[in-house]
């Protein structure tokens, strides 16, 4: 069972350029326990029909969904790589101009938070895959391990920070009312990575951060997390 774990919150930040954090944040705690409905029947059935299974193919690969997009099956590595704020971040899935989620992979070192932040309009689920991440948000702290997930609705204001030497995660986003956008973002902040590496000492403009944020749904509240000092 995860325990939440409850960590000093540091008497000074360094402002990295970013607005200071001189907002109050209303804290939202939502739980959803609803049990899954299975919604496939029992349909089976005794019919002799033959069904012409090339219908479901139109030219040997994965049958395209009404949106247009395929199945897509990747492995660990694999995807678009991008270096983006000290992050080597990797997309799985993009939802192009139809589709209703983007899967981005990040690797970082220690140390690595982004600034405070809220979406607009995605709803985001972090997994945990390696390592040791703190998610904040308001007063709020909790270490997450691996094989953890946190939900980070749209519209609260939340950050992360990695504290072991590395750290994996996988970041979905989704939104009932717009196409995610958080994937082009990682595309317009950052640049192309030949090998899936981590970037180290890249140059960060806070106002570029914020202007390409705001440009895709993203509203920079504050400055990343101080150093680590431990």
């Known amino acids: ?23 109050k944040v209303s804290e939202r705690v939502t739980a959803d326990d609803r049990p899954m409905t299975n919604t496939q029947a029992n349909t089976q059935t005794n019919s002799t029909t033959e069904t012409d299974t090339t219908d479901h ?12 997009q395929q199945v897509s099956v990747l492995a ?25 989620m983007s899967v981005v992979e990040f690797s970082a070192n220690r140390g690595f938070g982004p600034p405070l932040h809220c979406h607009r309009d995605e709803d985001e689920l972090i997994f945990v895959v390696e390592g040791e991440v703190v998610f904040r948000s308001g007063e709020t702290e909790v270490v997450a391990t691996e ?11 939340h950050t992360f920070q990695v504290l072991s030497p590395t750290a ?45 944020g705001a440009a895709h749904g993203v509203d920079i509240l504050g400055p990343p997390p101080a150093p680590l000092t431990d």
């Not at 069972?1 to 907002?23: A, E, F, K, V």
């Not at 193919?57 to 247009?68: C, L």
């Not at 270096?83 to 101009?97: G, M």
């Open 76 to 100: 660990r590595d694999e995807g678009q790589h991008i270096h983006v704020l000290d992050n080597l971040a990797t997309i799985k899935v993009s939802p192009e101009a139809d589709g209703s």
């Open 57 to 68: 193919q139109t030219d040997g690969g994965p049958d395209p969904s009404p949106s247009g």
């Open 1 to 23: 069972m995860l325990t939440p774990t409850m960590h000093p919150r540091p008497d000074q930040r360094r402002s990295h350029g970013y607005p200071p954090r001189n907002h």
């Open 168 to 212: 994996r995660m996988l970041t979905v986003t989704a939104s009932a009312t717009t196409t995610p956008q958080f994937d082009r973002m990682m595309v317009e902040l950052g640049i192309p990575a030949p090998t899936p590496t981590i970037p180290s000492d890249m140059e960060i403009d806070p106002a570029t951060v914020a202007l390409v």
């Open 147 to 157: 094989g953890t997930s946190a939900y980070l609705p749209h519209g609260i204001p």
